[in-house]
């Protein structure tokens, strides 16, 4: 069991629904939080959590309420400026612009010159890179022996995609996963930093060292990675070095945290649901639906948040103008009325893309068919090697209600 205290699921059943706060980090941290949102589905489905340490908050737990609120970015802002798009606003002086947290006109252009990296034309190429990638760092782990699964394969193989995105200095990759943990971490005694301050100085030097890139690119021809394009970019080449670094941590972190935690996710789901992986190892062709299925059962991003722009009524209640809402697709993705079974992780669903991992409407992932493919060839290069990856231990998990991921994963390789 991962460190901090373990709160009884009984407490999300006893404690008054108005007390109910399910975005405490420490229940993400314990795996907690699963009998608080199922509660809340049942007994109040859009929740007003009056205080809390990140102020109060609307949380919307039905899949449908979610979609409602995700397709409506009319009334439901994601703009920095109001706090963005996570139940922690930035402080003021500190919010940076990035077009995940714009709305239209300037996310729409800022949007339009970034998606041609992940277009299928793109994405084709990139497949054989992949899958050179994950051959190599798979061949190059121990068998028979337990290590981390999460250091020396998830994390390694999305800093690497993330060094191609970028044409980033390859021996540098791992300053990428740094800048990435650092940006959606939350400064505490111990942890990955400390104080605002070290957060800020760290997030600089990667300004320093992306800035540097910029200059290179901008007076070269364009050329097919996400610097170059936004160097050359209509809507994206007179941005600000604020905007800029907001970019350029928003690709690092959508590309990074939660692709990463889905491979991790998918060995973790494996193992708990053992007759799932007999069906996959008798039939590989299941992977192709079996990616999504991960993808929901892990949730890497338990949420997203608006800001609404106007009152707004919904399941009999009135969200209010300016009032923060917390729409937790993790509750979403588990809410029975949608999805058969939703607790069980089942490989073979008839229709496994319908979750709400990736969002809905105008901010849908940009990089969800990336996320894809390179599961789909994590998996596919396993099956061809060995006959069990197998948990050996509990996962430490992230303490955040936001990435919703692992720390560390031991396993055991077994021919
Ligand atoms: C947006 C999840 C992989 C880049 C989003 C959003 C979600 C999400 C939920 C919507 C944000 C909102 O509505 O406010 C995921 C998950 C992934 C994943 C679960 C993996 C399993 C990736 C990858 C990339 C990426 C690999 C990099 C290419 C982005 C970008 C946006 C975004 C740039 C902003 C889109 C916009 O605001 O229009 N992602 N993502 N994501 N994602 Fe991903």
Not at 122 to 133: F, T, Y
Request: charged share 25%.
């Amino acid at each position: 069991m991962a460190d901090g205290a373990m709160k009884p699921a009984g407490e999300a059943w006893t404690t008054p629904l108005e007390d109910l706060h399910p975005g405490d980090p420490d229940l993400f941290l314990n795996d907690a939080h699963w009998p608080y949102f199922e509660r809340l589905r049942a007994e109040a489905p859009i929740h007003w959590c009056k205080d809390s340490e990140f102020g109060p908050y609307w949380s919307v737990t039905r899949y449908n309420d979610i979609m409602a609120i995700d397709t409506n970015h009319q009334v439901f802002s994601s703009e920095a400026a109001l706090g963005g798009i996570t139940i922690r606003d930035a402080p003021p002086d500190l919010r940076r612009p990035s077009f995940i947290a714009m709305d239209p006109p300037r996310h729409d252009v800022q949007r339009k010159t970034v998606s041609p990296i992940v277009s299928p034309a793109n994405l084709h190429q990139m497949e054989p890179i992949i899958r050179g990638r994950v051959q190599t760092i798979l061949d190059g782990l121990p068998i028979g022996e337990t290590f981390d699964w999460v250091d020396r394969v998830s994390i390694e193989l999305t800093t690497q995609m993330l060094a191609t995105l970028f044409d980033f200095p390859f021996e540098e990759r791992r300053r990428l996963t740094r800048w990435s943990d650092v940006a959606t971490s939350l400064p505490m005694p111990g942890g990955i930093v400390e104080t605002e301050e070290e957060r800020q100085a760290e997030l600089l030097e990667c300004l320093a060292c992306f800035t540097g890139l910029w200059n290179q690119r901008v007076n070269a021809p364009p050329a097919g990675d996400l610097v170059s394009m936004m160097a050359h970019g209509e809507a994206t080449r007179d941005m600000s070095p604020d905007e800029y670094l907001g970019n350029i941590i928003l690709l690092i972190v959508g590309g990074n945290d939660t692709t990463r935690n889905s491979i991790s996710g998918g060995v973790l789901a494996l193992n708990r649901f053992p007759e799932e992986y007999a069906k996959l190892r008798a039939n590989p062709d299941l992977i192709t639906s079996m990616v999504p299925e991960i993808i929901r059962w892990q949730t890497p991003l338990a949420h997203m948040r608006r800001t609404a722009l106007e009152d707004y009524e919904i399941g009999g209640q009135t969200i209010k103008k300016g009032d923060k809402v917390v729409m937790w697709y993790v509750s979403g993705n588990r809410d029975g009325e949608m999805i058969d079974n939703p607790d069980a992780f089942i490989i073979d669903r008839e229709r496994p893309r319908q979750h709400l991992s990736f969002g809905f409407g105008i901010h849908r992932c940009v990089g969800n068919r990336l996320a894809e493919l390179q599961l789909k060839i994590v998996w596919e290069e396993i099956l061809k090697r060995w006959s069990f990856v197998e948990v050996m231990g509990e996962p430490r998990r992230v303490r955040s209600s936001f990435v919703k991921g692992y720390e560390t994963l031991p396993v055991r390789i077994t021919v």
